[in-house]
């Protein structure tokens, strides 16, 4: 694995001058942010770049920082800082979760959330966990911002709403709800690989612990990540000791998704892992909702 | 496309042109000698072996370009020992027969080197997690982690 010849290299320092790289760039233009995965598909050559813009030297896209309005993450945040970032415990700590199980040390001194959800990789941990939070996606071009519903955001796999011109700013995250919890668990071959599935789910509770609203997303899905509208409806009313209930919830929700039979698992497997991994970061969305874990 | 770049590898400086597509881990390996770090996989990203410090934080080399390290301090496993003495790391390999072939040892050591660094006190399942991403086809990994575990204790 070798990359193809690549013309033109570009480390701006700040996200005007990555903006202005990307402006009218052509096809051939890439930003490149952790590059876990892009670096892959660049020596495969399935993707062969004549011009580089690196974000890794643009200072404001990275970091975590809580203020009334909410949490934003910023593009270039390695998973590394998110899986250890304070300000996404309890409500937000299924992206500590996610963050925490990528790959290796080593994708994660590296690997970015923002390369992460612009990529889309379908088996990726990042986008099903940013859908059950209910994330908005910043982007940036030189004409101007706008945000997007991560729902929006993420398309069929490696497709997403970024324009070729946009950069991702970064993930925001509305200011958490009182007694809100999530949590994040995936199930593959080979320990904190690319998983067969992965689920996400965000909760919240009144003040008597039964669940008021939930978000449930899937990933490892051949369509793409997935919310599983059936399941979120039935996990309202559930509290914590209600096991049966979520189990069911997830079996229900089972139906509902498109969960492919391919070399690593039959659908009926994927079902059986939706609703074990559901049950399961369920219980520990209860307990962060409720101030434990 | 040549690009001109300037990169501190184990404290020395070294001003280079290269092509804008040479892997970081070549440019150690073949164009500053450096072949203590190793490619055990076939560039892949998945075995470990060519892990060295960007900037003191463990990553895999072939997972770069040259051109990302331009003004950046690059840390390989010809930089672990000092002044002649080999690191607690390296000498506690020794000790408890942490490798036998040795091919995957230079990408565990700075990949461990820095894990250490941030967990002085690690558990057996927080080393084996640290682990996760450096092959090992020899020892099946009890040697290493009995290794690291006393490295761990020497460095406090």
Same mark, same amino acid.
């Given at each position: 694995?070798?990359p193809?010849?690549i013309?033109?290299?570009? $480390? ?7 903006? &202005?790289?990307? #402006? ?12 876990m995965? @892009? ?19 643009v ?23 998110? &899986?250890? *970032?304070?300000?996404? +415990?309890?409500?937000?700590?299924? @992206?500590?979760? %996610?963050? $925490?199980?990528?790959?290796? +040390? ?34 940036? *071009? ?31 995250l ?28 965000f909760?919240?509770?009144d %003040?008597?612990? #039964? ?10 899905? *051949? ?15 559930? +509290?914590?000791?209600?096991?049966? +209930?979520? %189990? $069911?919830?997830?079996?229900?929700? &089972? ?39 | 496309?040549?690009?001109? !770049? ?11 042109q290269?092509? !804008?597509?040479?892997?970081l ?15 055990? /996989?076939?560039?892949?990203?998945? /075995? ?5 410090q ?7 080399? /072939?997972?770069l370009?040259?051109?990302? =390290? ?7 496993i010809?930089?672990? =020992? ?18 036998? /072939?040795g091919?995957?040892?230079?990408? !565990? ?23 996760v ?8 990994? =009890?040697? !290493? ?12």
């Amino acid at each position: 694995m070798y990359p193809a010849p690549i013309d033109r290299y570009s $480390a701006p320092a700040t996200l005007g001058e990555a903006l &202005a790289l990307l #402006a009218g760039a052509g096809d051939d233009t890439l930003c490149i942010a952790g590059g876990m995965s @892009l670096m892959q598909a660049i020596k495969a050559r399935t993707v062969k770049p004549r011009h580089l813009i690196d974000l890794n030297g643009v200072a404001e896209l990275a970091g975590v920082r809580a203020a009334p309005d909410g949490v934003s993450i910023g593009a270039m945040t390695r998973y590394t800082e998110i &899986a250890r *970032a304070p300000e996404l +415990r309890g409500a937000y700590e299924a @992206l500590c979760d %996610a963050a $925490a199980h990528v790959g290796d +040390r080593q994708v994660r001194n590296r690997g970015t959330l923002g390369g992460s959800l612009c990529w889309n990789y379908l088996a990726a941990c990042s986008p099903p966990t940013c859908l059950a939070l209910g994330a908005s996606i910043e982007l940036a *071009a030189a004409g101007g911002r706008r945000s997007v519903a991560i729902d929006e955001f993420l398309g069929t796999p490696l497709e997403t709403a970024r324009r070729p011109d946009e950069v991702l700013v970064a993930v925001r995250l509305p200011p958490a709800p009182p007694r809100a919890g999530s949590a994040y668990k995936k199930w593959g071959l080979v320990t904190d690989a690319l998983p067969v599935l992965g689920v996400a789910v965000f909760l919240q509770c009144d %003040a008597s612990g #039964a669940c008021t609203a939930a978000r449930v997303g899937v990933g490892g899905l *051949a369509a793409g990540p997935k919310r599983a509208a059936a399941t979120e409806q039935a996990l309202v009313g559930c +509290r914590a000791a209600d096991t049966e +209930r979520i %189990a $069911a919830a997830f079996a229900a929700g &089972a139906a509902g998704l498109p969960l492919q039979s391919d070399i690593w698992a039959t659908t009926e497997y994927r079902q059986l892992l939706f609703r074990d991994l559901g049950t399961q970061v369920v219980a520990t969305a209860f307990a962060r909702a409720s101030g434990g874990q | 496309m040549d690009t001109r !770049i300037s990169v501190t590898v184990n404290g020395v400086r070294h001003d280079r042109q290269v092509p !804008i597509r040479l892997l970081l881990v070549d440019f150690l390996r073949d164009h500053l000698a450096l072949t203590g770090t190793h490619v055990a /996989c076939t560039y892949e990203g998945v /075995c470990g072996a060519c892990t060295v410090q960007l900037d003191g934080k463990a990553v895999k080399s /072939c997972m770069l370009l040259a051109v990302q =390290a331009n003004g950046r301090t690059v840390t390989t496993i010809e930089g672990l =020992a000092k002044d002649g003495r080999l690191h607690p790391l390296q000498e506690a390999f020794n000790e408890h027969h942490a490798l036998q /072939c040795g091919y995957c040892t230079a990408g !565990i050591l700075m990949n461990a080197e820095e894990f250490l660094r941030e967990h002085p006190r690690p558990t057996d399942d927080e080393i084996r997690h640290a682990l996760v991403g450096n092959l090992c086809r020899c020892t099946g990994y =009890a040697h !290493i982690v009995e290794a690291v575990r006393d490295a761990a204790a020497k460095l406090r």
